[in-house]
């Protein structure tokens, strides 16, 4: 069933997902601060609006994919807030990574107004929004999911049910500290390995089949020319910005002082993305940290 769309947000993930459900043969209307991002899909085949709200004549499905908390509250409940001019009956689906309680503040706002709405951040990285294989991890009803389904199935191939509103960002926000300290770490054993006198590749090749092996390592090498096609390989430009990979590990560390929970090596990862912002680094490929670890190690 081919729905009409409403998808707003067309940055480095938004583009290649709102591209795929073009693919699909979805009908697409398409919103994003910057025009240059709204005609780069109008020439993939979607349609043009000139603001959120423009985007949702017809449709059925809204989709946001927007950086953080801030500006997916400001679209649904700000001043111009878009919840207020759609239709009872649509369906919600925020992309975007954010605060597990911004997430349940919006879902709850909606469905007060008979909307349903899930919470979705995805993981797969822009090589796996353009493949159509992101991973969707889902906070909201199950009634909610099942609508959604197909149409993250045309962006995805890995649904997780997590639980109810904001289950979906506690999830991610987990898994997202995970990887900053595993690229962190991933770069510091590449640094140390150059170091002193090993390949890169030939090193990244052994601890692939190592028990040091994971996704930061093996799939997003963070060492320029270990891999084509990953942002190492092209001055760490595109991908997912170590200012977004700064603000997930504030939110595990916002989750942690909720929870009192212990976490030692998140809050280590977030001073050192931090600290790798403030020199200037902060629109790079999150990978870049190696540049903060071993600066003598590049160019
Ligand atoms: P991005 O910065 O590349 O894109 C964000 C887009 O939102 C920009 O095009 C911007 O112009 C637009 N925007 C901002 N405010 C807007 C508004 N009010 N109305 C319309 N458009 C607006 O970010 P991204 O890398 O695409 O990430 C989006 C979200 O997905 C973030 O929450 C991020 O943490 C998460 N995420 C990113 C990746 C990745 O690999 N890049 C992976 C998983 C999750």
Not at 167 to 185: E, Y
Request: glycine content about 12%; proline content about 4%.
């Amino acid at each position: 069933v081919m729905s009409n769309i409403a998808f707003i947000g067309l940055g480095n993930m938004g583009a290649p997902m709102a591209h795929n459900l073009v693919k699909a043969g979805h009908t697409v209307t398409v919103y994003d601060l910057s025009q240059a991002a709204v005609a780069r899909l109008v020439e993939a085949g979607a349609h043009p609006a000139s603001s959120a709200s423009a985007a949702l004549d017809n449709a059925e499905i809204v989709i946001s994919m927007l950086p953080a908390s801030a500006h997916v509250e400001s679209l649904y409940l700000g001043e111009n807030g878009i919840l207020a001019q759609i239709p009872e009956g649509t369906l919600i689906i925020d992309c975007s990574t954010i605060a597990p309680q911004v997430a349940r503040k919006v879902a709850l706002a909606a469905a007060a107004k008979g909307l349903s709405m899930i919470d979705a951040p995805v993981s797969g990285g822009t090589a796996g929004a353009a493949a159509g294989t992101l991973t969707f991890i889902v906070g909201g009803s199950s009634a909610a999911l099942e609508l959604a389904r197909p149409v993250l199935s045309a962006m995805g191939k890995n649904i997780f049910h997590a639980g109810d509103y904001g289950a979906g960002q506690t999830a991610k926000i987990c898994n997202n500290m995970l990887l900053g300290v595993l690229m962190a770490g991933t770069s510091e054993a590449l640094a140390l390995g150059v170091a002193n006198g090993l390949d890169p590749k030939v090193l990244s090749d052994i601890m692939s089949k190592s028990s040091g092996r994971n996704w930061a390592l093996e799939v997003y090498n963070p060492y320029p020319g270990v891999m084509e096609n990953v942002p190492a390989s092209k001055h760490y430009a595109g991908g997912f910005g170590v200012d977004l990979m700064l603000k997930d590990l504030g939110l595990a560390a916002e989750a942690a002082l909720t929870a009192r929970a212990s976490i030692p090596l998140g809050e280590l990862a977030r001073n050192l993305y931090s600290l790798h912002s403030q020199g200037g680094s902060g629109s790079l490929d999150f990978s870049s940290i190696l540049k903060l670890i071993a600066p003598a190690n590049l160019d």
